[in-house]
């Protein structure tokens, strides 16, 4: 039984990647950083610093040949839902990685929802009873999902824990995460992604 918001086409009336990069350009232009509130401040670097990250991405990664095979393998429509917003650093580090995927099937449609602004569609997608982005969310033309990804992958939902743990603590926390995902260059979501295309075909 697919979700009401899908019936309601929701996913399918949200975002292209290039809409979204499009709209964080424009509320960063558009916005004087002198009159915002400390948090707001915060999230308006934080969305500066990520599209650097991500522009990075998406001019230097080329999806590799084994994983490309998988992907090409899908002979279905499939509509790929991403829940993130500008300010997330751990989406700017992997939804290019998910774009540059998409890209490869045209079976695969991605689109993008802001989570802020769909708290009914975040809060049946929780992490751990937390509104941890980005979520990925795969369905198939009737809405019945096919899997869910995010909001990072394992080995640094490992690090981000054993962080945690030692009592490290934002930003060295971040500054920890980022370090690792510059160093990882996406091989561990690729491998991740090749686990799920490889699941989908024998189903």
């Not at 909001?151 to 490290?168: C, T, V, Y």
């Not at 686990?195 to 024998?202: K, N, P, Q, T, V």
């Amino acid at each position: 039984m697919p979700h009401q918001f899908f019936v309601n086409r929701k996913p399918h009336n949200g975002m292209s990647y290039k809409e979204y990069t499009q709209n964080i350009i424009d509320e960063i232009a558009n916005t004087n950083p002198e009159i915002l509130d400390d948090d707001l401040k915060e999230k308006y670097e934080f969305k500066k610093l990520n599209l650097q990250r991500s522009s990075r991405i998406d001019r230097t990664y080329t999806v590799p040949e084994e994983l490309e095979r998988a992907i090409k393998k899908i002979n279905s429509k499939q509509l790929w839902m991403v829940i993130t917003e500008g300010w997330c650093g751990d989406s700017a580090q992997n939804l290019p990685f998910i774009v540059k995927m998409t890209e490869i099937n045209s079976n695969i449609g991605l689109k993008i929802l802001l989570r802020d602004s769909n708290p009914d569609i975040m809060d049946l997608y929780l992490t751990n009873g937390t509104k941890s982005i980005p979520k990925l969310v795969a369905f198939d033309e009737s809405g019945n999902e096919l899997f869910q990804w995010g909001p990072r992958p394992k080995a640094a939902k490992e690090l981000i824990s054993k962080l945690k743990n030692d009592g490290i603590v934002k930003p060295e926390l971040y500054e920890k995460l980022h370090l690792w995902y510059g160093r990882n260059r996406g091989k561990e979501i690729e491998s991740e992604f090749m686990e799920i295309f490889l699941r989908l075909a024998r189903n």
